[in-house]
Each structure stands twice: as structure tokens, then as C-alpha cells.
């Protein structure tokens, strides 16, 4: 015998399944929003190029200086010496940069070289891409 006065089953599961997509919406937020703030590297606010032995011309560094000076809202006196410092300190900070390069491409070129005598030609043509390398001193390398 069927009672008339219950609802069809769909409607009785509504809730349930607006729950459901509730919860995987906000997960799926909740995901996103740790990824991005996170887990993502993050390229800092200030500070040079990510692009190793990239030069940067005085209009570079002059933006860098008014771009701290409106961040931190510095005087015109404070604007003038960090401006100064900044021209001071440029070409040794500079050196640091380019001799912590050299460190750097010393300690990997023996294991980077053994990584190459076990890729296939092919390979090595997709790790150079990957790496950014070029391809020629890659082949050097080995």
C-alpha cells in the first residue's frame, strides 16, 4: 500500500546531495587556496631577477629604490640614502651573486655529468629543455 502523503524519494535526498556538493566545493577551495598561498614558490616583492647573471641597468635599480621608498613610505633624506647605498653596494653584491653562481655550477657539473652518460640522446635533449641549459655545453659536459 503506498502512502500519499510521502515526499518522492528525490526530494528526500536533496539534502543530502546538496550537502555532498557543498563539501566538495569547499574542499576544493579549500585545496586551491592552500596551493596557491602555500605551496607555490613565490617570487619576493623586491629584489633582483631570478635570471642568474642578469645585469641591472641604473633605471632598474632607480625603480627598486622608488618602489621601497613608496612601500615603506621613506623621507626624501631616506630615499636619497638608500638610493646611494644601493649604487654603493650594487657591484660587490653583484660579484657575491655571480661567484655563488660559479660555486654552484662547479658542485653540480660532476653529478650533472653523470646524470648524461645515463640519458639516451633523446633525453638529454628533454632535460635540457627542462633545465633551461643549453644544450651544447650540456654536450661538453660528458
Known amino acids: 500500500m503506498t502512502v ?5 524519494s528525490s526530494s528526500r535526498d536533496r539534502p543530502g546531495v546538496l550537502t555532498l556538493l557543498a563539501a566538495v566545493l569547499f574542499g576544493a577551495l579549500l585545496g586551491i587556496s592552500v596551493d ?3 605551496l ?15 645585469e641591472l641597468s641604473p633605471v632598474v635599480r632607480e625603480m627598486f629604490v622608488r618602489r621601497l621608498t613608496s612601500a615603506l613610505d621613506l623621507t626624501e633624506e631616506q630615499h636619497v640614502a638608500v638610493a646611494a ?3 654603493r653596494e ?3 653584491v653583484r660579484a657575491a651573486g655571480d661567484s655563488a653562481r660559479l660555486v654552484f655550477e662547479r658542485a653540480t657539473l660532476e653529478p650533472r655529468s653523470a646524470l648524461l652518460k645515463i640519458l639516451t640522446p633523446e633525453q638529454r635533449v628533454r632535460f635540457a629543455r627542462m ?12
Open 36 to 38: 596557491r598561498l602555500l
Open 131 to 142: 633545465t633551461g641549459l643549453n644544450l651544447d655545453s650540456l654536450q661538453r659536459i660528458r
Open 4 to 8: 500519499l502523503n510521502d515526499p518522492p
Open 90 to 92: 650594487y657591484p660587490r
Open 40 to 54: 607555490l614558490p613565490r617570487r619576493p616583492e623586491f629584489g633582483p631577477p631570478a635570471i642568474p647573471g642578469a
Open 85 to 87: 647605498l644601493v649604487e
